[in-house]
């Protein structure tokens, strides 16, 4: 088993994306900036959504087109939608994200479509993105739990999986939107997820809501996983709405796999400068999230 | 194996000894008195240490003698040496913990005597505690890192873990005091740990530094472990002295473990009740630290 893990830092967008203030779009690209210099191969920098959708990201466009590129990084960006794609190809981003959740409830509230329409409108989408060569990435979102489904079934997790992986999909993110996955049921989802799709092309992304995502990535790793979602700071977490807890802080999965041995590419002390300087402006903000870690035990 | 797991609350103890403020000792009964309620059956409540050492815990005897009992539930008090051995047997403790450090510089620190001094010290707290028939627990501390000497080695846990475990001890609690455990370390130590010595005498005691905590418990559950010391809220995480982070919080802890499908007899909605009426007197006196969650983040 490979001795190197690959991280796809998503803080610009799912950490940014349910921070209660606009991040102006000169700290987002000094973010951005800070994370490349530390060492992030991969970025998730923004969503092309309706800005009334998501505000904290109205900026997509401004962002993209000011956003300084650099040869063996890979900026990707959300897109819901064809339209959002061809923003997102109009940018030159690197690779797209596209998500679905494995509950119907949770794609009617989040996409305002049921799970079989939502993923008609990505095959449109994927098959553009085929054409034009654009390496895409599928979320399988509330792939542990659902906030008004509870607990997923694992049928439908794979179900999707397939879709998405059969269209040629280059990597699965299966996601703990809520972060409500133990390492046990993580363990048995993983081991299921293997038995189907080949282990380079399964990712895992996790909240974490619970304090579980680093129990869960080791389950994960012992079972060969490789690749990981995080982000920077452990920002997104939001008090406020249990369902939009921070993504797993990635200086703790960056400590934890430099620990264990393992290998990413990153530099940690220069990731918590650049970290900390986003924090402290989202303090001068009166955000209420200073880190994940910091919002995750006023949620509970 | 075992589908319930054991946990030794050490907030009052542990988790208020890193507290900067004083917590008034009619606080830490309402404490104690709420944890016994959520369904505790093991609490160390104090140490028997000098005054001058750990002001947090100067109320020690007024706080014992005022404590209640409860049937079914063992108060734990820390004890350094006979004086303070005395001192809790004079106050009905139902068992007394004893600390060694397994690296020279720690022992020097805490405890003022070498390794080997600290253990004749404890040989006669262990000969009064048999002959009084007092169960005792021995913290093996620095088992995974020491502020002054980096990572411990394996062979000085399993030297003192022996020392104690042969000398009577129900229970080793192999600590992680600075929080600098990986779960692969913690696999390999647990499984030495395993080859000397019964699994029911075995705990771990994870402060929670690097967010790693659950990880780490998650790899000593595979192995058969049951049994863990935690701290309600989290408290005790100081953000000034990174040597002194919280401990895992025990809300975290059993939310996990429930989840797993472990049964603890904890009641974790009135556990949560509990920690956050003392976090909150604890944010009136300008506590930098609300939950080792929330300290944590300060401290990288």
């Known amino acids: 088993m490979s001795n190197f893990v690959k991280i796809m830092e998503v803080g610009p967008r799912d950490g940014l994306q349910n921070e209660k203030s606009f991040v102006p779009t000169e700290h987002k690209i000094a973010f951005i900036e800070g994370l490349v210099q530390a060492g992030m191969k991969r970025i998730e920098c923004t969503a092309f959504v309706s800005k009334r959708w998501i505000p904290p990201l109205a900026d997509h466009a401004e962002l993209a087109a000011a956003l300084p590129r650099h040869k063996g990084v890979s900026y990707a960006a959300l ?8 923003q997102a190809k109009k940018y030159n981003f690197n690779e797209v994200s596209l998500i679905l959740a494995a509950t119907q409830s949770h794609n009617q509230k989040n996409l305002n479509a049921s799970t079989e329409e939502a993923f ?5 989408v994927i098959a553009q993105a085929k054409q034009d060569k654009m390496p895409f990435r599928a979320y399988i979102s509330c792939a542990f739990g659902c906030p008004y489904e509870g607990k997923t079934p694992v049928s439908e997790v794979l179900k999707w999986s397939r879709a998405f992986y059969d269209l040629g999909a280059y990597e699965l993110s299966i996601s703990d939107t809520i972060g409500v996955g133990n390492p046990k049921q993580t363990h048995e989802l993983v081991k299921l997820l293997l038995k189907e799709f080949s282990v380079d092309r399964v990712a895992l992304h996790l909240h974490d809501t ?8 080791y389950a994960a790793l012992e079972l060969g996983i490789r690749s990981f979602d995080s982000s920077a ?3 997104g977490g939001c008090p406020y709405a249990p369902g939009a807890a921070g993504n797993v802080e990635t200086e703790s999965l960056v400590y934890m796999l430099h620990s264990m041995g393992f290998k990413t590419g990153v530099d940690l002390e220069a990731l918590r400068k650049t970290s900390q300087r986003l924090q402290e402006y989202l303090q001068t903000q009166g955000s209420p999230t ?3 870690h910091a919002s995750r035990s006023v949620l509970r």
């Open 290 to 292: 200073i880190t994940g």
């Open 210 to 217: 619970h304090s579980m995502a680093l129990a869960n990535i």
């Open 120 to 124: 008609e409108r990505y095959k449109l």
């Open 233 to 235: 700071g452990g920002i």
């Open 79 to 86: 897109v819901p939608n064809l339209q959002g794609y061809e």
